[in-house]
């Protein structure tokens, strides 16, 4: 894009209604309507009735749509063009981290090997257990802890049995009574969710004024009835707590246990380790920080981390290396792998071992990288967040923060300024949240993107930011849809296709 970064066709401002719903009608007379395959033209040539081929050449008439190859390419090629996806362009979504999933780790999940069914004996499946072991040991390693389990398949979902594990742990100790989970109120919306359906009163945090856990509030906060603090950190702002190890000691003062969010483990990758902060469960988002998909509620992985004393409570089963000591002759025996059930587990809360193609993915993604790629990609990620935070004109109230930044957007209506930014041909931000930045924009470049890309980002912001409220209610003008009722699209989902003209 050049400097001037004005969409070449821009034609929303005319006096239409831009919050119209997803209007097919309107695609169809714009040319830009792909029908479904459903309803392309049936018709094809005859054959004619008699065919001179023997029986068990006659093949009976399908039911299909009749498309060659080339048609269908196109179908599927117009509807990937009509939406934005990573592949398209910068994904700055803060928080959510739309990471990009290098095409490596799919070529090994589509390796046949890969391919094994997961009720197969394990003696039969010795390198799919090795993986899983190893991808245990790797994330161990990375986030200071002494035990994993693979199973939970997202974030919330692993955030749900860390909490789980720490309701089972404080219950073996006699201490049942422990029902109160503290929550800072920047907090991801899940950590609230988890501990409420973990059966906690959640006790809310407020933060001091620069943004990060006040320590006061915190000690007022704890008792002898606090199961767990739950943290990020950096935290929702991008906000390193500088005194995380006074929280710790605090939170242990009391008997309680300190949960890290691992969706803003990009910032610490390599380099530093939640577990050495004084955490004692955490849960990682391999798809915000080890490239695997976004699920969408789809197939996804959320591991979880715990120190020694948590282990026994791991889910069932877990997997572990047997063997490889040293023979008479003090040669080293090749190892082997076996599943096994942690003493006091809390039980099974997947099928399997999780999402084993998932966990496919995360493994290679650590394997290619190692040591020196995992920190290189947490540098990249924080330089580009600080770079990009540089060259926007929207004030940007806390810091100094790491792989994100959350701006605000003023006098400005975040999420107007969401769509209008689709126009200027780039992904928006993530909007409206943290509540404590007034009209957040949260964003997060990620460490893929180049320095033109930046800048092309910073273009748009700065462009929308001169904007006027008309301009940016009219947006967004260049998307095949415009504003879309997703509330009504969540609620009332059509599941069946209905022809145009039922409309
Ligand atoms: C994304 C996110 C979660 C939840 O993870 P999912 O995989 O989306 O369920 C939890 N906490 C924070 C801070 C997040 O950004």
């Known amino acids: 894009m050049s400097d001037d970064p004005t969409p070449a066709d821009d034609t929303r401002a005319d006096g239409e209604d831009a919050r119209v719903r997803y209007d097919q009608a309107r695609y169809v007379e714009d040319g830009q309507y792909e029908p479904l395959l459903s309803e392309k033209d049936l018709t094809r040539v005859e054959v004619g009735e008699e065919s001179p081929l023997p029986d068990d050449l006659t093949r009976e008439d399908l039911e299909l749509p009749e498309l060659s190859e080339p048609e269908l390419a196109r179908h599927y090629t117009r509807l990937s063009q009509m939406t934005y996806g990573i592949d398209s362009g910068p994904y700055p979504l803060g928080s959510c981290t739309m990471k990009y999933n290098p095409k490596f780790t799919e070529d090994v999940a589509a390796l046949p090997t890969a391919a094994v069914h997961p009720d197969r004996s394990p003696g039969t499946i010795q390198g799919t257990l090795e993986l899983l072991y190893r991808l245990q040991d790797y994330l161990g390693r990375i986030g200071g802890m ?14 749900f049995v860390g909490i789980r594990v720490a309701a089972a742990y404080h219950e073996h100790n006699g ?6 989970v503290i929550i800072p109120e920047s907090a991801h919306g899940t950590n609230f969710a988890t501990a409420a359906l973990g059966g906690y009163d959640v006790v809310s945090l407020p933060s001091d004024e620069d943004g990060r856990v006040d320590l006061e509030a915190l000690e007022a ?13 950096p935290n929702t702002l991008g906000l390193f707590e500088r005194d995380i190890e006074e929280i710790a000691e605090l939170v242990h003062d009391v008997g309680g246990l300190l ?63 047997v063997g490889g000591s040293d023979d008479a002759d003090g040669e080293r025996g090749e190892p082997t792998y076996e599943l096994f059930d942690p003493d006091h587990t809390i039980g099974k809360v997947h099928g399997y071992q999780g999402n084993w193609l998932v966990l496919v993915k995360t493994f290679a993604y650590i394997a290619r990288l190692g040591d020196v790629g995992l920190a290189d990609a947490s540098a990249m990620a924080v330089l580009n967040a600080n770079y990009l935070a540089s060259q926007i004109d929207y004030e940007i109230p806390y810091g100094p923060f790491h792989h994100e930044f959350v701006a605000s957007a003023g006098e400005q209506d975040a999420a107007e300024v969401a769509k209008r930014m689709l126009d200027y041909g ?21 460490e893929v993107e180049s320095k033109a890309t930046l800048d092309r980002l910073a273009a748009a912001f700065d462009a929308v930011a001169t904007e006027d409220a008309d301009t940016l209610e009219a947006a967004p003008g260049r998307t095949t849809a415009r504003r879309i009722d997703q509330t009504s699209a969540a609620r009332n989902p059509r599941l069946s296709w209905q022809a145009l003209e039922d409309d």
Request: charge should be negative; avoid cysteine; proline fraction near 12%.
């Open 175 to 180: 201490e049942a009574h422990r029902d109160e």
């Open 146 to 159: 002494d035990a994993v389990t693979l199973q939970p398949p997202a974030g919330a979902a692993g955030e």
């Open 426 to 446: 780039v992904h928006p931000p993530t909007t409206k949240w943290p509540e404590i930045v007034p009209e957040a924009l949260m964003t997060e470049p990620t």
């Open 221 to 233: 906060a704890l008792s002898e009835n606090t199961a767990a603090l739950m943290l990020t950190n």
């Open 259 to 321: 949960y890290y969010d691992g969706a803003n483990l990009n910032a610490l990758l390599g380099r530093a380790r939640p577990g050495d902060m004084g955490f004692d469960v955490m849960h990682y988002n391999v798809h915000k920080t080890f490239a695997t998909p976004h699920g969408g509620g789809g197939p996804g992985a959320g591991p979880v981390g715990v120190v020694e004393e948590l282990a026994p409570f791991l889910p069932a089963p877990r997997v572990r290396e």
